[in-house]
C-alpha cells in the first residue's frame, strides 16, 4: 500500500512565495513521473508543472518563470517552488506520481491536496 502526504499549502500575500512538499511512502518499487494539479472553485482540475525520472519539466504558461518543480527521488519526494504569486493561483494543490507497488505496472497515486491562498 502507498501513502501520500502532501504539506506546505497556506495563505500569502500577492508576490510571496510557497513551497509545496509531497512525499511518497509505502511498498514502492519504483516511481516515474511527478507532478503537481491545481483546481480552483467552479473550474476544472488543471496540470502545473511535471518532471521526468530525466528530470526533465514541463510547465503551464501560467506558473512559467515564477514555480519550479524538483524530485528527491531518494526521499520519493516532489516539491514546487512558487514565486511571485498572484491571486489567480489560489486553488487546492494536488501532487500526482506513477508508482510501481508491485513487479509489473505503474498506477497513478494523488497527494490529499493541500490549498494555497494569496490574498492580501
Known amino acids: 500500500q502507498v501513502r501520500m502526504v502532501e504539506s506546505g499549502g497556506g495563505l500569502v500575500q500577492p508576490g510571496g512565495s510557497l513551497r509545496l512538499s509531497c512525499a511518497a511512502s509505502?511498498?514502492?518499487?519504483?516511481?516515474?513521473?511527478m507532478g503537481w494539479y491545481r483546481q480552483a472553485p467552479g473550474k476544472q482540475r488543471e496540470l502545473v508543472a511535471s518532471?521526468?525520472?530525466?528530470?526533465?519539466?514541463a510547465y503551464a504558461d501560467s506558473v512559467k518563470g515564477r514555480f519550479t518543480i524538483s524530485r528527491d527521488n531518494a526521499k520519493n519526494t516532489v516539491y514546487l517552488q512558487m514565486n511571485s504569486l498572484k491571486p489567480d493561483d489560489t486553488a487546492v494543490y494536488y501532487c500526482k506520481m506513477s508508482i510501481r507497488a508491485n513487479l509489473y505496472y505503474f498506477t497513478d497515486y494523488w497527494g490529499q491536496g493541500t490549498q494555497v491562498t494569496v490574498s492580501s
Open positions: 509505502g511498498n514502492i518499487f519504483g516511481i516515474n513521473g
Open positions: 518532471i521526468t525520472t530525466a528530470d526533465n519539466t
